[in-house]
DNA sequence: ATACATGATTCAGC
DNA sequence: GCTGAATCATGTAT
């Protein structure tokens, strides 16, 4: 029969004791002229409600993101805790700090709190809820692994940029340029995408357990459990996991810009070498009455000048149109090809009759 | 810096 | 699906 029971006994009127009752003078009087347990009562919680206001005053002056104290704060202790000390000196709370510590009423104080946030906790446990993993971050995190930004360092969306250059037609020497470029571009973004990464991560556990602290600190006064604890974590995780969404669909969006302007063919365009031009234009200029190679010529046509089907059929369909907007521009070269042709031809022959009659050159 | 050349794309017509 | 026409975006010569 000591403090504790005195306290208990005292409790009475807790219950009841609203923060009008605690910052009015007049109640405080009421309580004096009421006996020691009442003015031990008063003092008691005037100093939690110090503590737990600067402690919280600390950690907000640590960039805490504006929600998270009203969430884990129990109703019933937001009831009473009024801001009657937010501006109160370091030194000066840890002196109060040690005070109440040392308190005599402090332990029966202690299991009263824990009474009473027995009968709130059951409506707090009711509302906490699993979070699914998020369908967004999800696709965020399988598109950043398919473009090797993260995940093992490797080809990824590079080697999709060099199949697509290497569709489009350029030299195999000008698409592992493209391809180098491209690589160097991704490892970039990658790098700033981990460096960021790791800030976060490492901001969030520095945060974590300076949370994690102050409420273990703080169990020492008020009743906070484990469970807390652990919720309290994993609402700070949810909250930079969000930061890093944002960061990872920023980064998405630079690795589609990338892509985008690497694998747009019309911004790599490389002109034709000069005897893939010569073999296409001596094609068009001698079957100038019917310019139009059937497939099998495409592939022949293709195969001579080192391009795709489908760029001498772009060839083709650019120089009849702009051979018949401008027949006249383009006669000098007609001509041109027409004599090496001819000349061509005569060789042809030339050498033709002399493969014939290699051992008889007087028989003609 | 500028004009011109050229490969690729888009779209409508057949 | 091929073609012509218009257009885009880049390469090249000046």
Redesign the pocket.
Known sequence: MDDQTRMLAGMGGLGGLSQADVGDPDSVRKQQSLGQPQQDIGDILQQIMAITDESLDEAQARCWPEEAPAQWTPQREGELGGSTAGCALPLNFQHRKHALNCHRMKPALFSVLCEIKEKTVLSIRGVQEEDPPDPQIMRLDNMLLAEGVSGPEKGGGSAAAAAAAAA??GSPNDSSIEHSDYRAKLAQIRQIYHSELEKYEQACSEFTNHVMNLLREQSRTRPISPKEIERMVAIIHRKFSSIQMQLKQSTCEAVMILRS?FL?????????NKQA?EVLNEYFYSHLSNP?PS?EAKEELAKKCG??V??V??????????Y??NIG?FQEEANLYAVKTAVDAANVSAQASQANSPATPNSG
Do not use: P
């Not at 747009?264 to 034709?272: E, S």
């Not at 059929?313 to 702009?322: A, E, L, P």
């Open positions: 489009a037609g302007r747009d063919a019309r911004r790599k365009r490389r002109n034709f031009t139009y497939e391009i795709t489908s760029q059929s772009n060839w083709f369909g650019n120089k009849r149109i702009r018949k907007k521009k």
